[in-house]
């Protein structure tokens, strides 16, 4: 049976025709790649390969291991060596803390010993060769859960500390017995709110504040960015560093500038007292030598209507650099201007060293969620390969002020489709592309670009291009990338309507307008295990789960603690049908949200969505051509692509005779010396070794439960192994295993 999958996924691989691809030898970069392994080697970029200390390997977040053990001659005899159940049962006197979301977490090892986060958040240490459990550190119910990505080691002597977030707060743990460290902060924890409530004209500390991505450490200095809503009540996205010994706060780089800084006149004067995210999410990348911290931020607040941001909105959808000791910009990089399209920097920008024209450069690799790969030199901040500044289009919505131009890179070319037309109407059964080309004439979009409206466009980027799981680069240029490749349907409304349609405006429904409908859509159906349709709630939750979880936040989902209780109990009766017409609260629309203002709310905006979601055909596939999902390689020192193969599977449509498609997926590649890429993330729930030069499927293995996370690998008494968590979720069945393979 996994030969016949091996061999089907193959096959597929050369009637892939999304982008064209130009095969290159890479005979000789491999026969270079000694020369580059070993300069990098000494500028500490890259895992000294027993280990996997860090977050994406190393802190130039290569995802890559310099081990051999594990090869493309014996992969087949990749077996389970140990597996460790990290799954907790719900507490019922907490529903807001009810299990069900994936374990994203890439963990860490560091002198033998495997670093990682549960579904619940505790953090634990085990022996990496066992997976005995060595400790486990409960932090306070009182926070919030929230998707955790990794975490971070530091040491200086015997002071061995591992710093992660939980909610807003910033924990330091003794790494050799899982004790909190008292004197980190108050009583071993920092506020992740610090340093965003200066010179703000609303409360910022009851809006919801964490971190999914782990932060970096440079010495003694803990840089860290921060995940807040996508709507008008978005904390400030500040990035800040905080001492690693004290737990204070060292430093704050305004990413919504303020008088008298470079980038405020982008922005309506004094806009950063009610302005929020332009937040980085998704985690840094470090040039130890150099002293810099690089990253990637993302779309103001709010998603999809910015008239009150009017501007090119800097440092939003920037690539940047600074200096990690001071917090003082280096340079910054913009590749949306005025984003009207949730085009976020989805992962961390890798750091590696380049042939071009002969020479070696240090450069800069960022991928984005809609399917661009940016080649930058790593100390000026320019671009490596040709970029277009190009005229788009500026037909806004009342109020809005799109930017006139765009950045379109002309090499690499896209991972993604970055237009839906007409010829990419989904063709795995007749019926699918009836259906589909039906909806599509009436909402079909001609441009990446077009803003968003009220009788809807189509868009990719969303879910990928590239997301957080990152990618993967070897030394010798060659990035690994996977990519979603699915279509979004938008329709924008005016936040009045229903008030001008007569309906009735309940305090409720205002406040499910201004808070749940930018991620949830106006109509309430959401779209898929990230944005749930809300429709029947009742049905799944209680009405005392609701209140705690909009207190406290879950997953992706932020909490409304600026809300206050009556606030909470009138959303919670809107969702589950029972509020009454009694609970009118305002005949205009503008005053409809009055009630949240006061609670720290800093602005509800003129047009919010009314649907959001995938656009599928009628049994919920992806309504365009496969493939779906693939895995990409690309030589970064010419530009040109190597392979693309599909990645993942949908069974129910390979035994009906549809090729395989592949998936989306959320978790990144690994690649190493081995002639290696494991990979996992995918629907059907398998991780999966790929040839690294000619993309080819040469092992897999049913999980347990979905691998939403990003594999690593490590060495312990000289034995390889390869871990991944197993976490389940995102709409498949729940999980709670991390899983190590070695060879027999």
């Known amino acids: ?12 691989k050369s009637t892939l025709t999304t982008v064209p691809i130009r095969r290159v030898a890479i005979a000789g970069l491999l026969a270079g790649s000694c020369l580059i392994y070993s300069m990098q080697q000494r500028d500490g970029e890259l895992p000294a390969g027993r280990d996997w200390p860090n977050y994406g390997g190393n802190k130039a977040g290569n995802r890559y291991s310099p081990l051999t053990q594990i090869n493309t001659k014996n992969v087949t005899d990749l077996q389970v060596a140990w597996m460790y159940d990290a799954s907790e049962k719900p507490d019922p006197n907490n529903p807001g803390r009810r299990r069900d979301r994936a374990i994203q977490c890439q963990p860490i090892v560091v002198n033998g010993v495997l670093y990682g986060t549960t579904p619940e958040l505790k953090l634990f240490a085990l022996k990496a060769g066992t997976g005995e459990q060595l400790w486990k550190f409960e932090p306070a119910k009182s926070d919030r859960l929230n998707s955790n990505r990794g975490v971070v080691y530091w040491e200086s002597g015997n002071d061995k500390r591992i710093l992660y977030t939980v909610g807003s707060s910033l924990y330091a743990v003794n790494a050799e017995n899982g004790q909190g460290i008292p004197s980190f902060g108050t009583n071993g924890k920092s506020d992740l ?5 200066t010179n703000m004209d609303h ?3 009851k809006l919801s504040v964490n971190a999914t991505s782990p932060g970096i450490v440079y010495r003694n200095t803990f840089i860290i960015g921060s995940s807040v809503s996508e709507s008008g009540d978005a904390a400030p996205g500040h990035v800040r560093a905080f001492d690693v010994l004290s737990g204070k706060l060292k430093w704050v780089f305004h990413t919504i500038p303020q008088p008298g800084e470079l980038g405020y006149d982008t922005w309506p004067p004094e806009a950063y007292k009610k302005i929020g995210a332009t937040n980085n999410w998704s985690g840094m990348s470090l040039d130890e030598k150099r002293g810099v911290v690089y990253f990637g931020t993302g779309s103001p607040a709010s998603d999809f209507y910015g008239g009150e941001r009017k501007g090119q909105n800097l440092f939003a959808n920037c690539i940047m650099a600074l200096d990690a000791e001071t917090g003082k910009m280096k340079w910054y990089y913009q590749t949306i201007h005025h984003d009207l399209w949730d085009r976020d920097h989805p992962s961390p920008p890798n750091l590696i060293t380049l042939k071009r024209n002969g020479k070696s450069v240090d450069a800069l690799v960022q991928s984005t969620k809609d399917g661009l790969v940016y080649v930058l030199d790593r100390d000026k901040g320019t671009s490596l390969f040709p970029v277009e500044e190009r005229k788009v289009p500026v037909n806004g ?15 690499p070319l896209p991972l993604s489709r970055q237009v839906y037309t007409e010829a990419d109407i989904t063709n795995i059964s007749p019926e699918a592309h009836t259906y589909v080309k039906e909806r599509f004439l009436k909402i079909r979009t001609d441009n990446k670009f077009a803003p968003p409206s009220t009788s809807g466009t189509l868009l990719f980027g969303y879910s990928g291009g590239a997301e957080w799981g990152g990618n993967a680069i070897d030394p010798s240029g060659i990035l690994y990338q996977n990519v979603n490749e699915e279509p979004w349907e938008l329709i924008m409304t005016e936040r009045a309507s229903l008030s001008k349609q007569n309906i009735p405006i309940t305090a409720g429904n205002a406040l ?3 808070n749940c409908a930018a991620c949830h859509g106006q109509d309430r159906r959401g779209s898929g295990p990230e944005l749930p349709s809300l429709i029947d709630i009742g049905k799944k939750r209680s009405s005392d789960e609701i209140k705690a979880i909009l207190k406290t936040g879950s997953g992706r989902m932020p909490s409304f603690q600026h809300l206050s209780e009556k606030d909470r109990d009138a959303l919670v009766g809107f969702l589950l049908n029972t509020e009454t017409v009694t609970a009118k609260v305002a005949s205009t629309p503008s005053a409809a949200p009055a009630a ?27 309504g365009i ?3 779906w999902g693939t895995l990409n390689a690309i030589d970064l020192n010419t530009g040109n692509y190597l392979w693309r193969v599909p990645l993942g599977e949908y069974p129910e449509l390979t035994k009906k005779g549809v090729p395989i498609t592949g998936t989306d997926s959320y978790g990144g590649p690994l690649a190493t010396a081995g002639g290696l890429v494991f990979i996992a993330g995918t629907k059907d729930e398998r991780i999966r070794a ?18 939403f996370a990003t594999p690593i690998t490590y060495e312990v008494n000289g034995k390889q192994y390869v871990v991944i968590a197993a976490g389940g979720g995102r709409g498949q069945k729940a999980g709670g295993n991390y899983v190590a393979f070695a060879l027999k």
């Open 1 to 12: 049976m996994l030969k016949k999958r091996i061999n089907r996924a193959n096959n597929l």
């Open 193 to 197: 709110h610090e340093g965003l409530q």
């Open 203 to 205: 409360d910022v500390s």
């Open 397 to 411: 919505l009342p109020g809005e002020h799109p930017w006139p131009t765009q950045k379109f890179p002309l090499k």
């Open 512 to 514: 499910y307008t201004a």
């Open 596 to 622: 949240t203002n006061k609670n720290g709310f800093p602005y509800v905006p003129a047009y919010v969505s009314k649907v959001w979601q995938r656009f599928t055909d009628k049994d919920g596939y992806p």
């Open 625 to 627: 051509k496969p493939p």
């Open 690 to 707: 790929f040839d690294k030069k000619t993309g080819k499927v040469v092992w897999e293995y049913q999980l347990p439960a979905g691998g």
